[in-house]
Structure formats: C-alpha cells, structure tokens
C-alpha cells in the first residue's frame, strides 16, 4: 500500500504541474509588457524543471504517469481560462491576481511535496536534493506573492 500511496500522491502533483505549466504559458502569452513576460517565462522554466524531477521520481519508483489526471488538470485549466474570456477584458487585471494566487497555492502544494518526501525518505534521492527543491519552492513562492500582492494592490488600494 505505501508504494500506491506514494505512486498517487505523486502523481497528483504531476497533474498539478500540468495545470500549473499551462496557466504560466497563457500568462507569457498575455503578457502586456517584456518584464511581465520575463517573470513568467522565468517561473515557468522552473516549474517545468521541476515537473521532470516529479517525473523522474516517478520513473525511479517504476510508476507510470496518470494520463487520467494529467488530462483532468489540462481540462480544469482551459475551463477556469474560458470563465475569464467571458468575463471580458475588463476583468484581465483581477485576472492576473486570480491566476497569481492560484500559481501561489500550487507553490505551496509542491513545497508540501518536498517536505513530505523528505521527512518519510521515501525516494531514493540519488540526482535528487530535496532541500534545494524546498528552497527553490520557497523562493518561487515569495517571487509569485510579490506580484501578487503588488497586482491587489494597484487594483483595490483606496484612493
């Protein structure tokens, strides 16, 4: 049981990264300006960096990627991105802070993966250093929190 446990919790967090990856590429693709666009290249390249260390967990365990829940991840994502189309383009500020705190959350989500993983030593860390995905997580999550609080700032600060 613990090999299925570990085998579903990770690739839950597959899945997440899924959705994660394809709101980052919808965020550079809408990016009003170059700096906009650098940040979420920047994070994306570091969530896709560590999707393939997930993946390579998973491969290490002899575990195969769950196409079910990659797909669901993918689909969640294009629905939560046609809500916001519909909501028009008046709403692409507080659309950005909405996509922000969902990244955030699925920041967290990971450190608690690499926490989790760590104190259960429950991978064969060989080409794996937990603590530096911890602290890459965290570093993620302050940068996302930044903009995020910058972006409710700029829309709900009181004149």
Not at 35 to 58: P, S
Not at 141 to 159: G, K, N, T, V, Y
Request: without cysteine; aromatic residues 4%; negative net charge.
């Amino acid at each position: 049981m613990p090999h299925e446990a570990l085998e579903s919790y990770l690739n839950d967090h597959v899945a997440g990264s899924v959705a994660a990856i394809e709101l980052l590429d919808h965020l550079v693709e809408s990016a009003g300006d170059s700096g906009t666009r650098r940040f979420f290249e920047e994070i994306r390249t570091e969530v896709t960096e560590d999707q393939a260390t997930l993946r390579g967990i998973l491969r290490g365990l002899g575990a195969d990627e769950s196409g079910l829940r990659k797909a669901g991840a993918w689909l969640t994502e294009k629905v939560a991105r046609a809500k916001l189309r519909l909501e028009g383009p008046a709403r692409g500020s507080v659309h950005e802070l909405e996509a922000l705190e969902g990244l955030a959350l699925g920041i967290l989500g990971k450190l608690a993966l690499w926490r989790a993983l760590a104190v259960a030593g429950a991978i064969d860390a060989r080409g794996v250093d937990l603590g530096e995905l911890q602290r890459r997580a965290e570093t993620q999550h302050a940068r996302i929190e930044s903009r995020r609080l910058d972006r409710a700032r700029a829309l709900f600060a009181q004149p």
